[in-house]
Structures are given as C-alpha cells and as structure tokens.
C-alpha cells in the first residue's frame, strides 16, 4: 500500500484487534466517534473471531461512514493472536501516529485532542503513554488506575534501558506510537505467544524515540471476572510462558546481559523458582529480585520497602503458602481483587 502525503494523512490511526468480543467492541468503537478531535482514522482487525463481531463491526462502520467522512476499515483474518493481528492492522494504517485500542477499553472523549497537543509539544517523541481507569466488565470504575504501583516512565530511556532492560508502560490502551518508529519494530519476533504485543511495542519504541507521559488517565481498561492472564499468571506454567516471552525480548533487543536488573522480570522468574526449583535457585532469584527492586526507579522507598518484605517472606514460605501468597499479590497487582474471579469451568 502505498503512504499518502503527509497533508492528507490523518494525524491518528486507531488500531484495533478484535477476538470474540462482539459484547463491548461497539461501545469501544463509539468512544472513538466520540473524539472531540476528528483527525483519526480507524482500523479493525478481526482476529477470526467465532461470535458475530464481523457483522457487529461491519454494521456499525456503516452507520459511521453514514455521518462521517473518516475512513473506517475492517479486516478479517484466520485466528493468529494479537501480536499477528496488530501488525495485519497497521499495514493497513495511513496514519502519523498509531493509537492502539484494545476492542473491550473505552477511551475518554478529549484522549485523542490532548495527545495531539503533546505530539505537537515533543514532536521527537516517538511514543505517548499514559495511565487507565479500571472498569469491570459492566463498565463501572474500581477506583484503580494502572499501572498500579510503577511511576509511567518518560524522557531518553534508550541508557537506561541497555542497562535495566526496564520500562514503566500502561496497557495498550495507554499506547500511542509514531508511525515512522512502530514501522521499525514490524514484523515482530513474539507472534507464537499471540498476546503480550504491547510489551514488545512499547519497549522497542522507548529503545527507538523519546517518550512523553501524559499524567492523566485518558482510558478504561475492562477487567473481566473471567480474564485469562490473571489465571495464566497463577499456574507455574503460565509464569514459565511469561519468563520465556520476556527472555524472547530481551535477547531480540540484545539486553539478554541486563535483564536480570528488571524488577519485573525478575519477579516472575523468583515465582517460578518457588514453584518448582530448587532451594538454591529460589535464592539466587530472590537475591536477583531485592536488588532489581531497589535500583528500580520507578518505585518509592516506601514500595521497595513493601516489597522487599513480602518477597523475603514468599522465600521463606513452604511451596502452599507461597501459592497463596503470589495469588494474593497477584489479585492485588492487577486490581483483581477488586472484581474477584469467575469460578473455572469444569
């Protein structure tokens, strides 16, 4: 496809990939035609969903080209996750910038003004992040905002990156990357994980391009009882999908030396020696984790405090006690504690 010129792109192309969420994605999509900024455009990417979301989706672009001029786009390809899913949209995309949206978020009515003044602000910046709302599944806030605990990074992270392989970002729905900067992070190297693809895009982009952080929530992020990361995150098995998929990262970006200063990963490789490693190994990461969360700069002395506490005291608990204790830190993490957890099918 070819690029238009640069006065007639649009300044945002809204990327969504859509999988089985036919229940929310029209509210998603009405709070994009409620911008009070109109220069957008707005890609779908149906991932093979198997409810009716193509014909939802369809019906609703409609009814938009009906009253808007924006161009509107749907796509539908065979079920591939959404790393795969992202990178169909955004060949698709003719916009400066790409607003990533997930298909069950809503965003508030000035996000897509207040970001363009940003962008006009930091035009180096070659991404724009800020924080969500929490909401539950009906749409009522939590009263969380993620990220939780970590302070949103921002400024040049490309030093401090090489030396902790760590960034502070929000959820994809707190992701807006410039265009130039997105092309040179495609075609992604994590599409066998299929979710995650705001994990590499954003670190990719702080490694590329200044990034600028909005303070104010410009988002909500929909959390469902039956939420399938949450879960993933409390088998051993799902923590060892999540220490593989942040080792795929950092030895793609060449940060394989540092990553062990990542408070983040790190603490998922502690969870996992708790699982099922052996007590030296348990020690090792623990001794790992302390130091990756005191010279984490995204934390207070307070949190690091906090956290230092609980994780000594994981170390020190019989393999049934940690379980519950990463759950419960977990649950906590997320703002699942908050909504709770629908009860696993039989």
């Known amino acids: 496809m070819s690029v238009p010129d640069e006065g007639a792109r649009p300044a945002f192309s809204v990327l969504i990939a859509s999988y089985n969420q036919a229940e929310y994605v029209l509210a998603t999509l009405d709070t994009v035609a409620a911008q009070s900024s109109a220069d957008y455009e707005i890609v779908v990417v149906n991932d093979g969903s198997t409810d009716d979301t193509e014909a939802r989706v369809s019906g609703w672009m409609e009814r938009f080209h009906a009253g ?24 698709l995309c003719t916009g400066r910038y790409i607003a990533l949206l997930d298909s069950d978020d809503l965003w508030l009515p000035h996000k897509l003004a207040t970001i363009a003044r940003v962008v006009a602000e930091s035009p180096d910046a070659g991404m724009v992040i800020h924080p969500l709302y929490v909401i539950d599944s009906q749409g009522r806030r939590t009263g969380d905002v993620r990220p939780k605990h970590a302070k949103l990074s921002e400024g040049d992270l490309r030093e401090q990156i090489r030396k902790t392989s760590r960034v502070a970002a929000p959820a994809t729905s707190g992701v807006i990357i410039r265009a ?145 204790l990463w759950r419960t830190f977990q649950m906590k993490q997320t703002g699942f504690d908050k909504i709770g957890l629908a009860p696993e099918r039989a």
């Open 68 to 91: 808007h001029p924006n161009r509107a786009v749907l796509a539908t390809i065979a079920n591939s996750g959404q790393s795969a899913a992202v990178e169909h949209g955004f060949g």
């Open 180 to 324: 130039d900067v997105f092309r040179q992070l495609v075609p992604m190297p994590i599409k066998r994980f299929r979710a995650a693809a705001d994990f590499y895009l954003t670190l990719g982009a702080a490694l590329l391009a200044p990034v600028r952080a909005v303070a104010e929530p410009l988002a909500e992020y929909r959390m469902h009882p039956g939420g399938v990361h949450i879960r993933t995150m409390l088998s051993p098995e799902g923590v060892g999908r999540w220490v593989e998929l942040q080792s795929v990262l950092a030895k793609h970006f060449g940060l394989e030396e540092v990553v062990g200063r990542n408070s983040y990963f790190v603490r998922h490789v502690f969870a996992l020696a708790k699982f099922q490693g052996s007590t030296a190994e348990q020690v090792h990461s623990y001794s790992q984790l302390t130091r990756a969360t005191w010279i984490d700069g995204t934390f207070g002395v307070r949190q690091k405090l906090l956290f230092t506490a609980y994780w000594t005291a994981c170390l020190f608990s019989p393999r049934p006690v940690f379980s519950r």
